[in-house]
């Protein structure tokens, strides 16, 4: 079993900037993906931006240049740096951790960008 603790969501204006962290523990083995996912209210959940064991990035095509995905693999946390932000970016935003062999999602942490 692995446990995602998230941290730094909240309410900021447009335009402003968040810095999201989750911390991994627990049965974490193998190479592994760690990264963010986001959903709104009848919507499907969307990736926003992974990064795996080689510092190979993905995102969202709606949030590249101005969120950066970073990682500690010490310490097993993964940053989701959020600049520039706008109202579409509100969401609820997941931690998610994943290899071939299991994947885990935390809690969330709600993030509302007002106009």
């Known amino acids: 079993q692995v446990e995602l603790v998230e941290s730094?969501?909240?309410?900021?204006q447009a335009g402003g900037s968040l810095r999201l962290s989750c911390a991994?523990?627990?049965?974490?083995?193998?190479d592994n993906a760690m990264g963010w996912y986001?959903?709104?209210?009848?919507?499907?959940?969307?990736?926003?931006?992974?990064?795996?064991?080689?510092?190979?990035?993905?995102?969202l095509a709606s949030v590249r240049g101005r969120f950066t995905i970073s990682?500690?693999?010490?310490?097993?946390?993964?940053?989701?740096?959020?600049?520039?932000?706008k109202p579409e970016?509100?969401?609820v935003y997941y931690c998610?951790?994943?290899n071939y062999y299991y994947e885990y999602f935390g809690q969330?942490?709600?993030?509302?960008?007002?106009?």
């Open 8 to 12: 730094g969501g909240g309410l900021v």
């Open 24 to 30: 991994a523990s627990g049965s974490i083995f193998g």
């Open 38 to 59: 986001r959903q709104t209210p009848g919507k499907q959940r969307e990736l926003v931006a992974t990064m795996n064991s080689r510092g190979s990035t993905n995102y």
């Open 71 to 85: 990682r500690d693999y010490a310490e097993n946390t993964v940053y989701l740096q959020m600049n520039s932000l």
């Open 89 to 91: 970016d509100t969401a």
């Open 96 to 98: 998610n951790i994943q």
């Open 108 to 115: 969330g942490t709600q993030v509302t960008v007002s106009s």
